[in-house]
């Protein structure tokens, strides 16, 4: 008998990112077959309800696909995705009383669910040698060309002609601090170029100092969906330049929209990245400046990473990781 399919709404609650998005994009693709079950609560509330009330909702012929790194742990007949272990490998950047409750939790879960999706080869070894599991499938993040493309416009700021473009969560492991300073080494030789800093914080994250009134930076805060590949298409470059990244999204749609992109030597980017764009090493102290420094002042290097990276963009595709996640439920 075919399971009925049900899937962990619970991430449709919370602001969009990139883990929020794969969610998205999945069941978008999977167009119909399946039983969504959410809720409009977060955070510990939200917890009680995935741990307490949605186990309640499953039944004994039914297979939970849970998208966003956590799940019910009185369900064994589960998928889960796990985006990354950031929280366990580095509890110093979250909040202590988040980074206990996941090191805590994931271990048991992950060794109770019958299947676990990655998004990169990077984390399927970390989870397989950190758990001592070997049931995990990599299904990628992947970027709709139909959305994310090079000449996309947004209107909802007035920006320069030439800028550098962050995107992600204010959090430590972004590095943001790294960038700000690579930006201070370079700035005086490139007086046209601003640096656009957009994101914001994250609630399960250490909070950040982070100085704002800096020249030619300006922070836009949270940008929504409809705006983000415009602000990509316009930049001179998108700079990644994270501690750790489990896929760095952001960055495939960046190149898909014909950004250059600069990005720091974890292997999650590198995965990702491969040849298409810069990819500097985060032990150098003038690695992120030199490399932005050589990419802003040469046209000819941008245009060649442009190509690349709309190339490279082209190999993720959302259907095919949906396809994936769709045969691999219905085979459990």
């Not at 899937?7 to 999977?30: A, D, H, K, Q």
């Not at 704002?212 to 409809?226: H, I, K, P």
């Not at 490399?291 to 190509?307: D, F, I, P, Y």
Request: aromatic share 10%; hydrophobic share 40%.
């Amino acid at each position: 008998m075919t399971p009925e399919v049900i899937v962990n709404g619970r991430f449709l609650s919370r602001r969009v990112t990139g883990v929020e998005r794969y969610g998205r994009e999945i069941l978008s693709c999977i167009g119909e077959g399946y039983r969504l079950e959410r809720t409009r609560l977060n955070g510990l509330r939200g917890q009680a309800w995935e741990q307490c009330i949605l186990p309640q909702k499953i039944n004994s012929n039914s297979i939970l696909w849970s998208p966003a790194n956590t799940g019910p742990l009185a369900i064994r007949n589960q998928a889960l995705t796990i985006h990354d272990l950031s929280p366990l490998e580095h509890p110093e950047w979250f909040r202590p009383d988040f980074a206990v409750w996941y090191r805590s939790f994931l271990p048991i879960l992950v060794r109770r669910v019958r299947m676990v999706f990655t998004p990169s080869e990077t984390v399927k070894r970390k989870v397989c040698k950190r758990f001592g599991v070997h049931n995990v499938i990599v299904t990628p993040n992947a970027v709709d060309p139909h959305a994310f493309f090079p000449g996309a416009q947004q209107t909802s700021y007035n920006l320069p002609p030439r800028y550098v473009l962050f995107l992600g969560t204010l959090e430590p492991r972004k590095n943001l601090r790294g960038l700000l300073q690579a930006w201070n080494d370079v700035k005086e030789d490139f007086r046209d170029v601003w640096l656009i800093v957009a994101g914001t914080y994250g609630k399960v994250f250490k909070p950040m100092r982070i100085a704002t009134e800096m020249e030619r930076v300006r922070f836009l805060g949270y940008v929504e969906e409809a705006d983000l590949a415009g602000l990509y298409a316009g930049a001179s470059l998108f700079v990644l330049p994270s501690l750790d990244e489990g896929f760095g999204l952001p960055v495939l749609e960046a190149m898909a929209c014909g950004a250059p992109v600069i990005v720091s030597n974890c292997e999650g980017l590198c995965e990702v990245v491969q040849d298409a764009g810069v990819i500097f090493d985060l032990t150098e102290r003038q690695g992120l400046s030199r490399a932005m420094r050589e990419c802003l002042a040469n046209q000819s290097l941008r245009s060649s990473m442009k190509e690349k990276g709309v190339e490279r963009s082209r190999s993720f595709s959302w259907q095919m990781t949906a396809t994936l996640i769709w045969k691999t439920l219905n085979a459990i």
